[in-house]
């Protein structure tokens, strides 16, 4: 398995700063109050430095909770998971909302609050008519009345949870200057310090235009491309970008690897992110092709699956 190149030098500092310790960082956490949590958490940090993949919560843990909505990053906190992914789009007056399709009748009762209103496209509705809208439901009548939360809502809730974000930019075509508007309000909220762009946030889209905007307002940031790229083309995608992140059946060990060597928009190697993974056996087999991340509705399925490899 590929390990990254910063953590082969951290492990084994970790290893030997817990043997000093007495013990692994997930025995002790498991003596304190919430034991659960707590295990999992230093599991987490455990992993991250000795080079596991990174397990991201695809819209929450979206397999267990209502995509995108509080409740999912919610769900993906009590299972012990701090990176989660969402989606941004904007509404008819502008507000930036967390959801995945660029129509609301998917996820959404608007076929039912708003029958007159057909392709029921997000933006065609004010951020007040979205948030009348029932978003648990159609998954389980269990989280009847979640709403489709604004990204300022989500991001109170990401603080709140000490989560990670990987926030994806959806259609970028659709909504001129969202980039621009995302990065305003990110730093309205904090998240733009340096803090936050070195270890919290990740910024992506399947927009290369996009992204190259995003590197271009902060060429601080982390930012990642959705897709598949030929090797060929690798290069070009490395002037802006950090990481790539395929859909797992479009790539082989060997583009991972011709990934991996080379550096990204910061002078680093570029990294793979995959998804959408959500069996053992697939997120075995994509680890051992040395990805860096994989992006998953059932984060507590995929990093059982990599904890045994």
Do not use: C
Not at 38 to 65: C, F
Not at 240 to 252: G, L, M, V, Y
């Amino acid at each position: 398995m590929y390990v990254r190149p910063a953590t082969a030098a951290a492990a084994a500092f970790l290893g030997f700063t817990l043997t000093l310790l007495g013990g692994t960082a997930s025995s002790a956490a498991a003596n304190g109050p919430d034991s659960a949590a707590a295990t999992a958490a230093a599991a987490a940090a455990d992993r991250a430095v000795l080079g596991d993949p990174v397990v991201y919560a695809h819209r929450g843990a979206s397999a267990y909770a209502p995509e995108n909505t509080l409740d999912a990053i919610d769900m993906a906190m009590r299972l012990g998971f701090d990176w989660v992914e969402n989606d941004v789009q904007r509404t008819r007056d502008g507000e930036l909302v967390v959801i995945h399709d660029d129509t609301l009748s998917r996820t959404t009762d608007v076929e039912e609050v708003f029958p007159d209103r057909k392709p029921w496209r997000v933006k065609d509705f004010t951020a007040a008519e979205i948030a009348r809208l029932d978003a648990g439901s159609w998954f389980d009548e269990e989280f009847g009345g979640a709403r489709v939360p604004t990204l300022r809502e989500y991001m109170g809730r990401v603080q709140r949870n000490q989560q990670r974000l990987l926030l994806e930019i959806k259609k970028p075509e659709l909504y001129p200057g969202i980039e621009e508007q995302t990065l305003q309000l990110l730093d309205e909220l904090g998240w733009l310090d340096e803090r936050h762009v070195t270890r919290r946030l990740v910024v992506q889209s399947f927009s290369a235009d996009s992204v190259r905007i995003v590197h271009g307002l902060r060429p601080d940031l982390v930012t990642a491309f959705l897709g598949t790229p030929t090797v060929a083309d690798l290069p070009k995608y490395a002037e802006f970008t950090d990481r790539i992140n395929p859909w797992h059946t479009t790539i082989s060990a060997d583009w991972v690897e011709a990934v991996h060597d080379l550096l990204g928009a910061h002078g680093r190697a570029m990294e793979v992110d995959t998804w959408i993974v959500d069996d053992a056996a697939t997120a075995r087999k994509v680890a051992d092709m040395g990805v860096d991340g994989i992006i998953t509705n059932a984060p507590d399925v995929v990093q059982a699956a990599i904890d045994g490899l």
